[in-house]
Antibody, heavy 122, light 107 residues
Framework: EVQLVESGGGLVKPGGSLRLSCAAS????????MNWLRQPPEKGLEWVSS????????YYGDSVKGRFTISRDNAKNSLFLQMSSLRPEDTAVYYC???????????????WGQGTLVTVSS | DIQMTQSPSSLSASVGDRVTITCRAS??????LNWYQHKPGRAPKLLIY???ILQRGVPSRFTGSGSGTDFTLTITSPQPEDFATYYC?????????FGQGTKVEIK
């Protein structure tokens, strides 16, 4: 069974930093692109960042570019998100999700973690 | 960036009604459209990918249709467990973008 477990969330002051982790199990981690997504309170889902299997391709949403860094450790089946220069608008539940591609080439997020809450407030 | 617009933002339905949610992309995305169900405190759940392909294990009362810019999610005879928020998401190009969500509530 695919499992994704996020950790590292918490309360941080504006301008501060936080590092999120996602522990993966139940699949061959280094075969999949991995992603971070988030949901601010009372708002919709937002894609944050993606990292390819060997970290050769990395993408960020405009709202976090230059402040967040995604990384992975394939030996430890782990995904990370280093967040710096945090703003109140970064307050959200952060989800780790596996990137899947069907045989026909359709891309989607079939497996998500339960999320970890990040609150940015003074 | 591709903008995704869902309608309605919320609706009330009774068990057994037919529910239809629409999603419009700001440019053609062919069939690169996914639908997710999200309940509070839970991980989002993939329902449909490729605009119309039912994810394994999802009940057949969920159907997706559309291509290009206009897409529809239909729930025929919704059950109590189907009351949730639904999101469309385009997987045509990064940044991957979502609709604002449609909250389906019990009438």
């Amino acid at each position: 069974e695919v499992q994704l477990v996020e950790s590292g969330g918490g309360l941080v002051k504006p301008g501060g930093s936080l590092r999120l982790s996602c522990a993966a199990s139940g699949f061959t981690f280094n075969d999949y692109t991995m992603n971070w997504l988030r949901q601010p309170p009372e708002k919709g889902l937002e894609w944050v960042s993606s990292v390819s299997t060997s970290s050769g391709y990395i993408y960020y949403g405009d709202s976090v570019k230059g402040r967040f860094t995604i990384s992975r450790d394939n030996a430890k089946n782990s995904l990370f998100l280093q967040m710096s220069s945090l703003r109140p608008e970064d307050t959200a539940v952060y989800y780790c999700a596996r990137g899947d591609i069907s045989a026909s080439g359709w891309k989607f997020f079939a497996h998500w973690g339960q999320g970890t809450l990040v609150t940015v407030s003074s | 960036d591709i903008q995704m617009t869902q309608s309605p933002s919320s609706l009330s339905a009774s068990v057994g009604d037919r529910v239809t949610i629409t999603c419009r992309a700001s440019q053609s995305i062919s069939g690169h459209l996914n639908w997710y169900q999200h309940k509070p405190g839970r991980a989002p759940k993939l329902l449909i990918y490729g605009a119309a392909i039912l994810q394994r294990g999802v009940p057949s009362r969920f159907t997706g249709s559309g291509s290009g810019t206009d897409f529809t999610l239909t729930i025929t005879s919704p059950q109590p467990e189907d009351f949730a928020t639904y999101y469309c998401q385009q997987s045509y190009s990064t940044p991957w973008t979502f609709g604002q969500g449609t909250k389906v509530e019990i009438k």
